[in-house]
């Protein structure tokens, strides 16, 4: 199978994943060609536990088609008017372009500065969440945007390096949080990634899979005023610890005011946390948070 047929046939395969099959589509509608790959990255969470991060089964996607002119095309159906064409310099300022295509850009500029895609490349981006949801949203964007740029770019040399791509992006994004990064990179479907001060150091996983111990991770993600949320998040958590559940964190770190928490509960108490918690909020006139029930995942992959 070519590397054009394996990203384009997606569009049109009854039987893959809706969102793969979307991002496909939308890149040949956007850019009228199809993609050469389409990878997914699901989005991350930090553990209560220091130093522990895992996937969650949400993905985002990036399909990519390569060029040789120089140009990047830049579109996602969460910006439907806001697709770009740029010019791929390597140094000095970037070109001007809408505010959700900067980071986009600078991985793309990042990659063509280590030998990937200089010649330019079509790219869409589409995310199965929202920023409402509360998880971080550009680290798997971005580590999406590099698998699959990396990928077309690489020809028949095996798949992108996994390590170095780690590394362009936290040179070329160091606002992100790189152990988010690292857990969509190398994330394992049932396990927790403990990270280590020595990014180079064989990886070390722990046990992390409610499922399989009665147990359910659910994340809680309030909605309202900015200024409201941790006192409404503090109040979602009580009410939920009063109707059983086991523990609640926030799935990042320093992004404040949080929107969610992640709450561990046991699968026989779900109905009874999100109806406490349901009605707490409509009792006092609020908006009742939204309940996401959260799979920890494998790392990124290329959609087939």
Request: one cysteine or more.
């Given at each position: 199978m070519t590397a054009d047929r394996a990203g384009g046939d997606l569009a049109r395969r009854a039987t893959a994943d809706p969102l793969f099959r979307l991002v496909a589509y939308a890149l040949e509608a956007a850019h009228g060609r199809p993609p050469a790959a389409v990878w997914s990255a699901p989005y991350a969470f930090h553990l209560g536990s220091p130093g522990l991060v895992a996937a969650a089964g949400w993905p985002t996607a990036a399909a990519a088609a390569p060029r040789s002119d120089g140009l990047v095309r830049l579109s996602s159906l969460g910006h439907p008017a806001d697709g770009c064409d740029l010019p791929l310099t390597l140094a000095g300022p970037p070109p001007a372009a809408p505010a959700w295509a900067a980071r986009p850009y600078a991985v793309l500029r990042a990659l063509a500065r280590a030998g990937y895609g200089a010649g330019g490349t079509d790219l869409h981006v589409q995310g199965s969440l929202t920023g409402a949801a509360g998880l971080a949203t550009a680290e798997p964007a971005e580590c999406a945007v590099a698998l699959a740029v990396a990928d077309v770019h690489t020809g028949a040399?095996?798949?992108?390096?996994?390590?170095?791509?780690?590394?362009?992006?936290?040179?070329?994004?160091?606002?992100?949080?790189?152990?988010?990064?690292?857990?969509?990179?190398?994330?394992?479907?049932?396990?927790?990634?403990?990270?280590?001060?020595?990014?180079?150091?064989?990886?070390?996983?722990?046990?992390?899979?409610?499922?399989?111990?009665?147990?359910?991770?659910?994340?809680?993600?309030?909605?309202?005023?900015?200024?409201?949320?941790?006192?409404?998040?503090?109040?979602?958590?009580?009410?939920?610890?009063?109707?059983?559940?086991?523990?609640?964190?926030?799935?990042?770190?320093?992004?404040?005011?949080?929107?969610?928490?992640?709450?561990?509960?046991?699968?026989?108490?779900?109905?009874?946390?999100?109806?406490?918690?349901?009605?707490?909020?409509?009792?006092?006139?609020?908006?009742?948070?939204?309940?996401?029930?959260?799979?920890?995942?494998?790392?990124?992959?290329?959609?087939?």
């Open positions: 040399g095996g798949p992108p390096d996994r390590e170095r791509l780690a590394r362009l992006l936290a040179g070329a994004l160091p606002d992100g949080d790189d152990g988010l990064r690292r857990a969509v990179l190398f994330a394992r479907s049932g396990r927790a990634l403990l990270l280590s001060a020595e990014p180079r150091r064989r990886r070390r996983y722990v046990d992390f899979d409610p499922a399989a111990s009665g147990a359910r991770l659910v994340l809680v993600a309030v909605r309202g005023e900015a200024a409201d949320r941790q006192r409404e998040l503090a109040r979602a958590v009580a009410c939920a610890r009063r109707a059983g559940a086991l523990s609640a964190w926030p799935p990042g770190q320093g992004r404040e005011p949080g929107r969610s928490v992640l709450v561990l509960l046991p699968r026989a108490r779900l109905a009874a946390v999100r109806a406490a918690v349901a009605e707490d909020f409509r009792d006092r006139g609020r908006p009742v948070p939204r309940f996401l029930n959260i799979a920890v995942a494998g790392a990124a992959r290329r959609e087939e």
